[in-house]
């Protein structure tokens, strides 16, 4: 299956984006600069470090653009009491999307009903407040053999979405690793690619793949090629604050 520009709509695009806020250096007005970029196209999300969820909705408050962060972020091997303590301060300050880590050093170690206990216990509590979760496997760290345990005690654990890193391992997403989780999971079971996604043919290719959210921070650069292509003109290169690598 391929997808070109012609079977999607500007707003199919802009809402497949999670615009990411999440790298340690980025000031207050870094992260209410790019709250405000999301605004303008109209993403699904944005997701900030737990420090900036109130800022964050604040600023998107009266947008379609829900406030997404990050629980255990980003190496997953916080307690369990502290990813719930964590999620329920997100939900309080105004998050409705929840990112989180999984433990990873519990599924390498075959200790999967563990990890999976940790997912329940924050799906459970986001669920309660209407808020969905999507849970970070770090595939650099996995074999193909973890990632697929991991789909299936993701799925049994009850969260909505089975996403490939954080951006900050040593790889990214790949196109073997978002068919293996596409193939390991039920349809109900979204899949979001984060880490390299940073043009919209590369959008293109892995929404292709049966990927719905994309982590990324070149939101300017993807949509606004796509303006481009729909117009017919060549895409102006972006040089927008808020855009940086992820």
């Not at 420090?51 to 604040?58: G, L, T």
């Not at 990632?147 to 049994?156: D, G, N, S, V």
Request: proline fraction near 3%.
């Amino acid at each position: 299956m391929t997808l070109s520009i012609d079977d999607l709509t500007e707003k199919q695009i802009a809402k497949a984006i999670d615009h990411s806020l999440l790298r340690p250096e980025l000031d207050d007005a870094f992260v209410e600069d790019g709250c405000r970029l999301a605004a303008e196209y109209d993403v699904a999300s944005v997701c900030v470090p737990p420090v900036h969820v109130r800022r964050a909705k604040a600023i998107l408050d009266g947008t379609d653009v829900k406030v997404g962060t990050v629980v255990g972020f980003p190496h997953g091997y916080a307690t369990t009491a502290t990813k719930v303590d964590e999620t329920r301060q997100a939900l309080a300050d105004g998050a409705t999307e929840i990112d989180m880590v999984l433990q990873i050093g519990a599924l390498k170690s075959g200790r999967d009903a563990d990890a999976q206990a940790d997912i329940a216990a924050v799906v459970e509590v986001a669920h309660a407040n209407g808020a969905i979760v999507k849970v970070i496997f770090e595939n650099a760290y996995l074999t193909d053999d973890e990632k697929i345990r991991a789909c299936h005690l993701t799925e049994a654990a009850g969260a909505d979405f089975v996403k490939t890193s954080t951006g900050f391992a040593p790889g990214g997403a790949t196109h073997d690793d978002l068919r293996l989780m596409r193939a390991n999971t039920s349809s109900h079971v979204q899949v979001k690619a984060a880490g390299g996604v940073r043009t919209l043919d590369a959008l293109l290719d892995v929404m292709a793949l049966g990927v719905t959210r994309i982590g990324a921070t070149a939101t300017t650069t993807i949509i606004d090629d796509f303006r481009a292509r729909k117009a017919g003109r060549q895409p102006v290169p972006a040089a927008g604050a808020a855009e940086a690598g992820y």
